[in-house]
């Protein structure tokens, strides 16, 4: 239960309205508890009695109570049902927070489907019980205490004999609970499972289709679903298992209470009336312990739900502000950017023994464009990730104007630096919005003026709502090329210190190229830009060229002094770039 104890901090801020719940679950057992006396009364001095205005006089009240129940249980169940929306809203909002702040080294090993199944999921089991689970429990348990007292101020002998039987129920409710736990742990980790085949092959579609893999991707699917089919059967069992048994056990107290209570009016020791009441009072006993399994099975639902939330609540976020950040002066923008690596050691947090950069050593210079080069696990995308604090160094240092990244405060230094990735991602917005993400106050000129830069304008005029055209969920309604020069757009809308591009043409076509590449000349003029580049035009065009090799600095300086060196960069040039430089002849 400790993983139900932490949904208190969420449910305080709604006290007002638990109060009302609480109100309203009293004044429904109140209620309740009259409904069998007044029938008793109803019987013994109406309808024994033969009087039929007395008969009539509490069945009248009887009504009245009634209605009066109904009415309390309607404002109950209205109540915890916002409480119950209540707290899992602000629940999912703290767990979303939570998500954006989290480091990219959490993404790396956490799915993106587990996220998601956790988010929708894991949240209804919480939001079950809170919604309906625990107000029930609660309402249910002071019922069966509540009815118990009085049973036994009507007759505690034939009380204890309803009860014995009862007390056989206490070893398979124990069994159940140790057996449900684990069964629903298996539930909810399968259908993270599940959901994440499901996102995959989603967000994956168009490779699936390229390579003709539908019946891969469907059979996928199916052994996962059949494998969540499986594990909630193994769930159901136990419940078809432990319910029958519990309702055997309620059924044969009530027998009992039949057979005996039959006896003592035969007896005269018990009048019809009380007979009639305490039968009525003995389903308020009966009734929660039928429902023992539901409660046991939503509670140990919502247990391993919270225990999957509260992974993410209680994930480390490595990567956040000192205690005393520093903010950027503001300054002209092509007068700063440096960017200098010092003895730069690091490694990737899942793979903490394997370093991808060792005593890294570079100055980029502000207004430098700087290309980086290597093989496969050179370290170029690692040089990258640090200066915007994506990652932070196992040891060494990343200044940027002289200054620690680590000592910037975190938003702060990243409204400093604009990022294009190889793999563009649009959101499901507007053109508009796309490019306006990092600035999201800027004017629609501003906007007009940034995609004129990035060559998106021509296109984006032809578009059926123009800038306000939807563009799909990934850009899926645009090009590859068109999704890199929207990229290029929203970077240059920033107007940053630094600009990093992640072979940020290599998506567009030779004729495209060069129209970014004409319009991004002008815009990093002065600035601070970081390149990883495929493309000889972008190369040659660089103040320097550095080469990476096992994470540090094999070779740096212009194009012709590297190949004239006929080093690393050599061998790299005639292996990678050769080929266009013929073509770029011809």
């Known amino acids: 239960m400790e993983y139900l104890k932490r949904l208190l901090p969420f449910a305080r801020p709604h006290r007002r309205r638990i109060v009302w719940v609480l109100v309203f679950t009293i004044g429904a057992l109140v209620t309740n508890l009259m409904v069998p006396q007044l029938l008793g009364f109803a019987v013994d001095h109406g309808v024994i009695a033969l009087d039929l205005q007395a008969t009539l006089f509490w069945c009248a009240v009887l009504v009245g109570v009634a209605a009066l129940r109904s009415l309390f249980y309607y404002l109950q169940g209205v109540y915890q049902g916002m409480v119950g929306t209540d707290v899992v809203r602000d629940l999912r909002n703290a767990l979303y927070r939570k998500l954006q702040y989290l480091p990219f080294a959490y993404y790396t090993k956490m799915p993106t489907g587990q996220i998601m199944s956790r988010m929708l999921s894991d949240m209804d089991g919480v939001e079950q019980f809170v919604a309906f689970g625990f107000t029930a429990m609660v309402t249910e348990v002071s019922t069966f205490v509540f009815t118990l007292i009085v049973l036994l101020s009507l007759d505690w002998k034939l009380t204890l004999i309803a009860l014995a039987p009862m007390l056989l129920m206490y070893f398979p409710i124990v069994r159940f609970r140790l057996r449900l736990d684990p069964a629903w742990d298996a539930v909810r980790e399968q259908m993270g499972r599940l959901t994440t085949v499901l996102q995959e092959n989603v967000s994956g579609v168009r490779v699936v289709k390229a390579f003709g893999r539908e019946p891969y991707a469907i059979a996928q699917f199916a052994r996962e679903n059949a494998l969540n089919r499986q594990r909630n059967i193994e769930r159901g069992l136990l419940e078809a298992h432990a319910f029958p048994a519990m309702d055997f056990i309620s059924g044969f107290s009530f027998l009992m209470v039949i057979l005996v209570g039959a006896l003592q009016i035969v007896n005269g020791a018990l009048t019809l009336g009380v007979f009639t009441a305490f039968t009525w009072y003995i389903w308020s006993l009966i009734w929660p312990i039928r429902l023992m399994g539901w409660f046991i099975s939503i509670s140990r639902q919502a247990v391993a739900s919270c225990k999957r939330l509260f992974e993410i609540l209680d994930a480390p976020i490595t990567i956040s502000d000192g205690t005393n950040v520093r903010t950027f002066e503001r300054v002209h923008v092509q007068t700063s950017g440096r960017v200098v690596f010092e003895e730069v050691c ?241």
């Open 346 to 586: 690091f490694s990737y947090p899942d793979d903490p023994d394997t370093n991808v950069l060792c005593g890294l050593n570079l100055t980029v210079e502000p207004g430098q464009t700087v290309v980086i080069l290597g093989g496969t696990g050179s370290g170029k995308s690692s040089v990258i990730n640090l200066v915007p604090r994506f990652y932070d160094v196992n040891s060494g240092r990343v200044l940027v104007d002289g200054v620690d990244v680590r000592e910037y405060k975190l938003a702060d230094l990243r409204s400093q630096i604009a990022i294009v990735p190889q793999e563009t991602f649009l959101f499901s917005a507007t053109l508009r919005d796309n490019i306006r993400f990092g600035k999201p106050d800027a004017t629609d000129d501003e906007v007009i003026a940034a995609a004129k830069v990035a060559q998106v304008h021509e296109f984006a005029e032809k578009l059926p709502k123009g800038y306000d055209t939807v563009v799909g969920e990934r850009g899926v309604g645009l090009s590859g090329g068109q999704r890199q020069r929207v990229a290029l757009a929203r970077a240059v809308l920033m107007n940053p210190r630094i600009l990093i591009l992640d072979e940020a043409t290599s998506a567009v076509d030779t004729q495209t190229e060069a129209l970014i590449q004409q319009a991004m000349a002008e815009v990093m003029k002065g600035r601070t830009s970081i390149v990883i580049a495929q493309r000889l035009s972008t190369i040659k065009h660089a103040d320097k060229i550095v080469v990476l090799k096992d994470g540090k600095v094999a070779e740096e300086g212009t194009h012709e002094q590297l190949y004239a060196r006929g080093g690393e960069y050599r061998a790299l040039y005639d292996l990678q770039f050769r080929d266009q430089e013929a073509r770029a002849r011809m």
